[in-house]
């Protein structure tokens, strides 16, 4: 049995919904004792564990939690009661715009998105023509993103996260927004990560070509809970007909 | 000793995500302005003509002799610094939601960049002051190292603030609000744009509660070579560090619930 990189025992995660951030909701509830916020729990007792150089794909209708199984490995925030092991480094797919800056150059926020992604500047040097020839922006890594289109930021972001020195990738459902070609390119790329199995990469979609292209194993989160833990083909089959898709 | 090494973490572990935040600050703000950084400059200096002329051709502060703009100057460029820190510093953390959402560092990182790039503003500013000083034939007093440690305290004091503010906002946007107008008003209890020496005996005890006192005067005591009033720069010391050590305390017992509520 190899020994796991991610591990959740008894994970649960309650969230406070805070309706509205000003002292108008405040000091009226702070007057009247009555709680500010609302309690949500997303899931409760969730336990599973990911052995390095797997690859997982989590699936799970919106408001499932997937996310919040991100964010728990990506470790910004923290289970409610529970435990999560997370041996190696993460390095997320950061959404588009965090952690950029329009004004800045691509060529520049590959420095800036990199440092985020936890690199020093040598390291980045190492990687640094991989990225710009991966993205594909040739002469436009010189110009502020501003210019750049949805698709060729998207490009320049999954490149550097793809690019990381980070054993652990987070892959939250953004292939959609580049083209079909570059979407296929990143998929191939992560393929070639399984080969080596030096990646472990977790993957958020709903699309079942994707999981099934690239995943070995796939969960499926239902009303807080694992329903199941199988093949794509056998998660997505329950998935749709529970879901009446 | 583990708060000492959290206390160090931005600066030896994450120091190139530190760097890399502060430049992000300092070259995007000013990249599609005409003049660009000049307004490092041009702020000071427009700011200085309006309190000029209020201050030194409308009242007549005494000012032991030493022209009002340069006198003005000793105190008000540390000052914006302490203005411009706060304010940006306590909006930094919600302006960089969805980084709080996604990747894990030292939450601290992001209010330090913004607060360091405000120091490298303050030191292209000095450039005006060293142009005063020559203008009006004003030499330094000896003493004028001294501006460095209480320069320094003024950091801890102005960092402890944003660290304090900046946590708070993200839960209640109000605080933002609160912070330009506290800042505004602090300003006014501060001896910046007057001397100390107008405040009314019977209030000065009072006034000289606020940590800002101390370290104001104390530049101008070391640049201009007056005697330093020990006592209030001692206060003003302890002010500091305190406020320094609560607001990182603080700040870190908070910091793991940012991500859920930003």
Redesign the interface.
Known sequence: MPMPVIKFTNVSKD??L?ED???KE?IPSLILGKAWAKKLRVFSDLNFAITKGETVAIVGKNGAGKSTIM?LI?????PTKGKILVKEK?A?L??L???F????TGY?NI??NA???????KEIELILEDIIEFSELGDFINI?IKRYSTGMMMRLAFSIAIHSIAPILLIDEVLAVGDAAFAKKCLQRMQEFKKDKKKTIIFVSHSQKDVEFLCERAILLQEGKITIDSTPKKVFAKYQQDENI | MKYLKDLLRPFSQHKYLLYQLTQREIKARYKQSIVGYAWVLLNPLAQMAIYVFVFSVIFRFPTNNIPYPVYLFAALLPWTTLQVSINTATQSLVDNASLLKKVAFPREIIPYSVILAKLVDFCFSLIVFAFLLLFFRVSLASTAILFLPLFILQILLSTGISLLLTAFNLFFRDIQYLANLLLMMWMYLTPVVYPMSLVPAKYVNFYKLNPMVGIVEGYRSALFGNPFEWSIIAWSTFCSIFIFLLGFLVFKKLEKYFADIV
Request: glycine share 12%.
């Open positions: 969230f406070y805070q951030k000003t002292f405040l964010k990506a470790g910004v925030t923290y993460v997320p950061i959404e715009g965090a952690g800056h329009h004004e800045l520049e420095f800036l440092a985020i992604l936890g690199m020093h500047k502020p």
